[in-house]
Antibody
Framework: QVQLVESGGGVVQPGGSLRLSCAAS????????MHWVRQAPGKGLEWVAF????????YYADSVRGRLTVSRDNSKNTVYLQMNSLRAEDTAIYYC???????????????WGQGTMVTVSS | DIQMTQSPSSLSASVGDRVTITCRAS??????LNWYQHKPGAAPKLLIY???SLQSGVPSRFSGSGSGADFTLTISSLQPEDFATYYC????????FGPGTKVNI
């Protein structure tokens, strides 16, 4: 079945780095854009980043631009989120999600992973 | 950037009630509006896409309407499993979510 599984979360000190992975299965990964969305404790959902199906374009929320980088490896059906210069306010559950439009960029997020927790603390 | 607002921020309702949640965008977004349900400890779930299209597998008691900048999510008869937080999200220009509406018993 269609599935997204995140990994790589953990506890990291302020200023540190972490790389999240999201492994996809059950659909043609190379035909769909992928998103990262986060939820800080007690807060709502915040869209973080998007990468087009072929990796040709990437978009970021202002709050993470320059510190977080999205990438993908279509041969491994995996999307990544490299997180550098982490701050306490980056503490959140990070979800990857599939865009609903094939080779598009205006779709809804139709499939979500279960999320991975990132805690930034000294 | 497009800002999304929702009202109310929370509501109390009973099983069988009709529930309406509104969402407003800071500019016209056509029909590029989606609705999600989120329960604690679970992944968010897409309910409605393109303002009024029901996602496959979602019960027909959920419906969406609107276009331009004003949108509505309606639950026609609230069920016990519908107590959750609901978010609108625009997909017109990159993405942004509304602040959420928590539906309580």
């Amino acid at each position: 079945q269609v599935q997204l599984v995140e990994s790589g979360g953990g506890v990291v000190q302020p200023g540190g780095s972490l790389r999240l992975s999201c492994a996809a299965s059950g659909f043609t990964f190379s035909s769909y854009g992928m998103h990262w969305v986060r939820q800080a404790p007690g807060k709502g959902l915040e869209w973080v980043a998007f990468i087009r199906y072929d990796g040709s374009d990437k978009y970021y929320a202002d709050s993470v631009r320059g510190r977080l980088t999205v990438s993908r490896d279509n041969s491994k059906n995996t999307v990544y989120l490299q997180m550098n210069s982490l701050r306490a306010e980056d503490t959140a559950i990070y979800y990857c999600a599939k865009d609903g439009v094939m080779r598009g960029h205006n779709g809804a997020l139709d499939i979500w992973g279960q999320g991975t927790m990132v805690t930034v603390s000294s | 950037d497009i800002q999304m607002t929702q009202s109310p921020s929370s509501l109390s309702a009973s099983v069988g009630d009709r529930v309406t949640i509104t969402c407003r965008a800071s500019q016209s977004i056509g029909s590029f509006l989606n609705w999600y349900q989120h329960k604690p400890g679970a992944a968010p779930k897409l309910l409605i896409y393109d303002a009024s299209s029901l996602q496959s597998g979602v019960p027909s008691r959920f419906s969406g309407s609107g276009s331009g900048a004003d949108f509505t999510l309606t639950i026609s008869s609230l069920q016990p499993e519908d107590f959750a937080t609901y978010y609108c999200q625009q997909s017109y220009d990159i993405r942004s979510f509304g602040p959420g509406t928590k539906v309580n018993i």
